[in-house]
């Protein structure tokens, strides 16, 4: 949640993700969340409220649990992936992985994917998801020249993972 800024509210308008606090997205709160002042209806004003134990409960649900990380024997291949699903969806990090891992991609950690994930050497697998996903951004800002000025970001957040076992 650090690398999402913490407990600032933001709406960048180059963030495709629009309103966002502790990288909870408006959208992802609408799905996930609840109506914090009580007014009837899930509005921006509930997102600016939220908490950090209420950002630490989706996160664990929508992306840390949807990318397997419990079932990673490496805590940085398990840390990597989650902040990937922060950043484009479980789905997206699933399939990465799947590809990486010569699997159907279908973007779900099933126990088949949970299987090859722990019997894949993990140093290698770490290496192979960074560099994949400094291709994936670099290809978004090629294709989406909106998205180029996010590019340094990206790559600097990316670039801050280490394996460390």
């Known amino acids: 949640?650090?690398?999402e800024g913490g407990s600032k509210f933001t709406d960048?308008?180059?963030?495709r993700g629009g309103p966002t606090?502790?990288?909870i997205t408006f959208k992802t709160w609408l799905a996930y969340g609840?109506?914090?002042d009580h007014n009837g209806t899930i509005n921006v004003d509930d997102l600016e409220d939220i908490s950090e134990q209420d950002a630490e409960a989706i996160a664990k649900k929508i992306y840390w649990d949807k990318v397997g990380?419990?079932?990673a024997p490496s805590q940085s291949?398990?840390?990597?992936l989650a902040d990937w699903a922060y950043n484009s969806g479980a789905a997206t990090a699933?399939?990465?992985l799947q590809r990486i891992l010569g699997l159907q991609d279908d973007g779900i950690m099933g126990a088949f994917t949970a299987a090859a994930l722990k019997a894949t050497n993990q140093f290698s697998l770490f290496n192979r998801l960074k560099n994949d996903r400094l291709n994936f951004v670099a290809a978004i800002a090629a294709h989406d020249h909106t998205q180029a000025v996010n590019l340094k970001g990206w790559d600097n957040r990316i670039n801050s993972y280490q394996y460390t076992g």
Not at 12 to 15: C, G, I, Q, V
Not at 77 to 80: H, K, L, N
Request: net charge negative; aromatic share 8%; glycine share 8%.
């Open 1 to 3: 949640m650090q690398e």
């Open 94 to 96: 699933v399939k990465h």
């Open 34 to 36: 609840h109506d914090k």
């Open 77 to 80: 291949v398990a840390e990597f």
């Open 21 to 23: 606090k502790f990288g």
């Open 12 to 15: 960048r308008p180059s963030d």
């Open 69 to 71: 990380g419990d079932a």
